[in-house]
């Protein structure tokens, strides 16, 4: 119950990542990786339902850790962005 729920965790979060890196689906070679990950996710969320676990619970926990991932990326991006503007020489 708890694995199929990680995993629908890390799928979804990878899709989130994906969506972005799309550009708004203009990058056409995201469609898939988009798409499927969302299913896949879905689908994994399925067993953890099924096996007893509260839609509440499941959504709570889903939802709560994909934000907080997709945020630690963000930071992370915007750290290395903000490192990469320090070493430049402004002369």
């Known amino acids: 119950m708890w694995w199929a729920l990680g995993g629908a965790i890390l799928i979804e979060v990878v899709a989130t990542l994906s969506l972005r890196a799309s550009d708004g ?3 056409k070679g995201w469609i898939a ?6 299913l896949a996710s879905f689908y994994l969320l399925w067993p953890s339902l099924s096996q007893g ?21 963000l930071l992370q991006r915007r750290q290395a962005i903000a490192a990469a503007g320090r070493n430049r020489n402004p002369a």
Request: with cysteine; proline share 7%.
């Open 25 to 27: 689906f203009r990058k």
């Open 33 to 38: 990786p988009v798409t499927l990950g969302y």
């Open 53 to 73: 676990m509260p839609v509440g619970i499941a959504y709570g926990i889903w939802t709560a850790c994909g934000v907080a991932l997709v945020a630690v990326d």
